[in-house]
């Protein structure tokens, strides 16, 4: 739940997101009042001085606060794009580094001015309006630099606060590879500053009041300030070295742990050493670091069982997948005769050599953009087009049942055999099933074809046979075709025109295709009826 003052910055900053930026600067006139009032401690004056001094000093301050405008209104303007429509990757990325750099930036380009044309004359005027030894002038200096350090600590954090419910917006439309490339005030330098003016504003407010009964002096002013300064750069600052360490310690694990996940490594855990919020913001993120590890896990064990791509997106989009109908090729693969092998064979030798067999068809079909969609026994569905579109799929199918051939020759020599039918056409591919298991899969008259035509190279003698629309998808010239004829295949009704595919030539990295699969091709027709 946000705090009121979250609210109430937030609720401004929808209706003007600039408006806070220019009603912030308004605190300096409240910071430099104060300062008058702890200079009246230390420095006797009437009350006509010291009005006159405050009405001076809030003229000046409006005047810096009329030029601060004027800057931070000129670094607003890529913000400005960005709210006017401008929602480009650049003009995104412009816009969060120019109001995100803006605190920085700004208090980088004022430092300097104020210091010299505003602060330094005043001072000057009050030396003399107020009758101070002329060493007075370096001793208000001095001290008022504590003054002016506060307004500008003030001014950078107010900044950052009202500029927050705009860099979330922002951050919302930054592209997913963006990385921050944009100088920034690291933590211990911000403690580093902010600590000491703290510790030196305090120790001179305390020192005022304790001695404003008994007249102070400006010498007193000097002193206090001074041993302030002592304090602060001393036991002070020896203190908020060691809260350093300690937050820097935490900080750096939570950096490091942090990289090492962005880096894939998701074994990474920061070590809980505090029980404050950065040993819970440790717990979180290490339970943050073991859900990844597990996601990770998942996405392995998934991606065995079912293709890579398949399971990517799965995990990108859900379980269902809504079946739309595409254009794909299907290819049936069989291992000839592993009924007979399967009976002469143990059961652990089966499976042994189904893995094995399995290890290297699947690659090759991976190597050519398609994907095993489903293991049945000793055969194979592949799809080519799905559920990644692929426009050459009939090429592809086609190369990777050549591939297989010449790969399985070459490694089982003749022992395993297989037949190959290869068919393209439209499809549903989808996930269906039910009761809490879906499977992905392709459903059409295509798939049941390819599956036909794989029977049909018992009868043919081919190891891959295709059909005439996987045939007029093919690039021109790519391969040797062999017309089977036409062909009745069992639950057609029309007949099929089957060919028998070769490479025209085998790449420079391969051996070519052994010679019984190649014979016959020369426009030789071979008709057969398979019932």
């Given amino acids: 739940m946000r705090d009121p003052l979250d609210r109430a910055v937030r609720a401004i900053a929808r209706r003007n997101s600039y408006a806070l930026i220019w009603a912030q600067f308004g605190f300096a006139h409240l910071i430099v009042l104060g300062g008058m009032g702890l200079l009246s401690l230390y420095e006797p004056m009437s009350s006509k001085q010291f009005w006159v001094l405050v009405a001076i000093s809030q003229a000046i301050v409006s005047v810096d606060n009329v030029i601060s405008i004027r800057l931070t209104r000129r670094m607003w303007r890529p913000v400005r794009a960005w709210e006017r429509g401008h929602r480009d990757p ?302 050459d799929h009939a090429d592809q199918a086609v190369a990777a049942a050549l591939e297989l051939v010449r790969r399985l020759d070459e490694r089982y020599a003749g022992e395993l055999g297989v037949g190959i039918g290869v068919n393209s056409g439209s499809v549903i591919a989808g996930t269906v099933g039910g009761g809490g298991r879906v499977e992905f899969t392709v459903i059409g008259d295509a798939v049941n074809t390819a599956s036909r035509v794989e029977t049909a190279t018992r009868e043919t003698g081919d190891d891959v046979l295709i059909t005439d629309s996987t045939r007029a998808l093919l690039t021109p010239g790519r391969f040797e075709l062999a017309a089977r004829g036409v062909v009745e295949l069992k639950g057609k009704r029309e007949q099929v025109r089957l060919w028998a595919p070769a490479p025209v030539a085998a790449p420079a990295h391969e051996e070519p295709l052994p010679a019984r699969y190649t014979a016959g091709y020369a426009g030789e027709t071979r008709p057969a009826r398979i019932s």
């Avoid at 074994?267 to 717990?283: C, F, N, S």
């Avoid at 050519?368 to 799905?386: E, M, P, Q, T, Y």
């Fill in 90 to 391: 650049a003009t995104v990325i412009a816009a969060w580094t120019a109001l995100a750099t803006l605190p920085l930036v700004y208090t980088r380009q004022v430092r300097k001015y104020p210091f010299v044309f505003l602060y330094l004359p005043f001072m000057a005027f009050t030396t003399l309006y107020l009758h101070i030894e002329w060493y007075g002038f370096f001793v208000l200096v001095a001290a008022g630099t504590v003054v002016l350090a506060c307004s500008l600590i003030v001014r950078y954090f107010t900044i950052e606060v009202v500029s927050r419910p705009v860099l979330e917006r922002l951050a919302e439309d930054l592209p997913a590879d963006f990385q921050i490339d944009a100088p920034g005030l690291p933590l211990r330098v911000r403690l580093l500053l902010v600590v000491p003016v703290i510790n030196v504003i305090t120790g001179v407010v305390v020192a005022g009041l304790a001695t404003h009964r008994h007249h102070a002096s400006l010498s007193d002013l000097g002193l206090a300030w001074l041993i302030a300064v002592g304090v602060s750069l001393t036991l002070s600052f020896e203190l908020l070295l060691l809260m350093m360490r300690s937050l820097g310690a935490a900080l750096r694990d939570l950096q490091g742990a942090t990289e090492l996940v962005r880096l894939g490594d998701y074994t990474a855990r920061v070590p809980i050493v505090a029980t404050d919020e950065t040993g819970k913001l440790a717990q979180s993120f290490n339970a943050m670091a073991e859900g990844l590890d597990e996601r990770e896990r998942l996405r392995e064990a998934f991606g065995a069982y079912v293709d890579p791509a398949l399971a990517e997106r799965v995990l990108r989009e859900g379980s269902d997948l809504a079946g739309e109908e595409i254009e794909v090729s299907v290819l049936c693969l069989d291992i000839r005769d592993f009924t007979a092998f399967a009976e002469r064979s143990a059961p652990r030798e089966v499976v042994s050599t189904l893995n094995e067999f399995w290890e290297l068809v699947v690659p090759v079909l991976l190597r050519h953009g398609g994907h095993a969609n489903k293991f049945i026994g000793d055969g194979l569905l592949g799809v080519f087009g799905a559920p990644d579109l692929l426009p």
